[in-house]
């Protein structure tokens, strides 16, 4: 299915966030990497040309190229995507456009398949001849995605894709456009138990996360952090992503007594192991999150609105962020689907095409390579904060720690992100 405009579409029915982003990440290094390289060799050079028109006022519209899973496991972040770049492409077409010509996004449908997306890419660029690509969700698409991008020259920046092993590839067409990558995600929560009185910190800690390329990293650099301020591992552990009843988890964990538990959760097992505790009667002091807080009411309708209260999460993004843009953005979006407050994934898209747009304005072409060195070389401001880049396209900021606070998400760190001057700790007790 290929899309082609430059205005948001009808609004699209909401979908619970997949039980598992990414699964199989060793089919990935097997057959995407494999796919990547097949595919990209057919279609183009040895070594990176700089693809992509360089005219910057010929007249014809910049055509974009995405592939999104629009369908299968990750169609509902997929989704989310594509509307974060469609209220882009709107809100900047308005203005003119971009150096003068207006946007066409060229959006294609991967099917959430990594081969699918290795065949989109290698078309978009070699035989459909865009002038820029833009990312696809996930590491588990993009991992391949990126690899296409890199061997025809097209500088890539991704809204969603921070595991480890896309940085440890030498890449460098590849940015990715959220604050920090996978690692890192919970360093601003790390910060907050360091702010906190020797006598107030948590003394035990426990570590389950579900087997992800996205949470193992984050739950993995969180315990190393609080062990080495003295928070004692009492239990760490990894469940299959298939994994549907946390009883004998949650009986662990009672027993054990942590007074953090620190879960690696991408959202049905979020919201089990919550049910779980509270079928056991055990509250901890403190509950972190990764992902599974963030979907709203979702989250909320999953395990109780009383029960969300205190429960922490990092985030890339809030909407009532003060970042340049953001008002502009929840307004656009909001207008476009009824009323609806973006989701993440739709923020963070919206800000990966901020971030090509910046590089195309600041080099007043569409020459890949010289998009590629000026993000190398400069900071970008978008809605969500300020981005820059290592060598090898990793971001190099911090992520915004959210709280759910009497029925609401608030900010709470860093502080000049804050929207609440308030933490809830200890988590009250189950309702």
Request: hydrophobic fraction near 40%; proline fraction near 7%; charge should be positive.
């Amino acid at each position: 299915m290929t899309d082609q405009m430059s205005h948001p579409a009808s609004p699209e029915p909401a979908r619970l966030r997949p039980t598992r982003r990414a699964r199989r990440w060793s089919a990935l290094v097997v057959t995407g990497v494999a796919g990547a390289l097949l595919l990209a060799a057919c279609g183009g050079s040895e070594s990176p040309s700089g693809g992509g028109s360089t005219s910057a006022s010929n007249g014809k519209p910049v055509t974009i190229g995405i592939s999104l899973p629009l369908t299968g496991d990750f169609s509902q972040p997929g989704g989310e995507a594509k509307r974060g770049y469609q209220v882009w492409a709107g809100m900047v077409n308005a203005k003119g456009g971009l150096l003068g010509r207006k946007i066409t996004l060229k959006i294609v449908d991967d099917a959430s398949n990594q081969d699918t997306v290795v065949a989109d890419y290698t078309k978009l660029i070699t035989q459909d001849k865009v002038d820029l690509v833009m990312g696809t969700f996930s590491s588990l698409l993009n991992f391949p995605a990126s690899a296409v991008a890199e061997k025809n020259g097209y500088a890539f920046v991704e809204p969603a894709g921070g595991a480890p092993k896309m940085f440890a590839r030498g890449f460098k067409y590849l940015f990715f456009a959220q604050p920090a990558t996978a690692p890192h995600q919970a360093d601003v929560f790390v910060d907050y138990i360091k702010s906190l009185s020797a006598s107030d910190r948590p003394k035990t800690a426990a570590y389950p996360t579900q087997d992800d390329p996205f949470t193992r990293p984050v739950i993995e650099s969180m315990q190393k952090q609080l062990e080495a301020l003295g928070v004692k591992t009492v239990f760490s552990g990894v469940y299959p992503a298939d994994t549907t009843n946390f009883q004998t988890i949650a009986n662990t964990l009672k027993n054990k007594k942590p007074d953090l538990i620190a879960q690696g959760a991408v959202f049905e097992d979020g919201v089990g192991l919550v049910r779980s505790l509270k079928q056991l009667g055990y509250t901890p002091k403190a509950l972190f999150q990764t992902s599974a807080p963030s979907n709203a009411g979702q989250y909320s309708d999953g395990i109780g609105a009383a029960n969300t209260e205190g429960v922490f999460y990092t985030v890339s993004w809030n909407e009532q962020a003060k970042t340049p843009l953001n008002p502009e953005f929840v307004a656009a979006y909001a207008k476009a689907y009824k009323a609806a407050v973006p989701a993440e994934d739709a923020a963070d898209a919206f800000a990966a095409a901020q971030v090509v747009q910046a590089a195309v304005e600041g080099t007043k072409s569409f020459d890949q390579t010289k998009i590629k060195d000026w993000l190398h070389s400069n900071t970008v401001q978008t809605i969500l904060g300020p981005l820059s880049w290592s060598a090898k396209g990793e971001p190099q900021g911090d992520f915004i720690l959210a709280q759910w606070q009497s029925g609401k998400v608030q900010v709470v760190g860093p502080k000049n992100a804050a929207t609440s001057t308030s933490v809830v700790y200890p988590k009250p007790p189950w309702s």
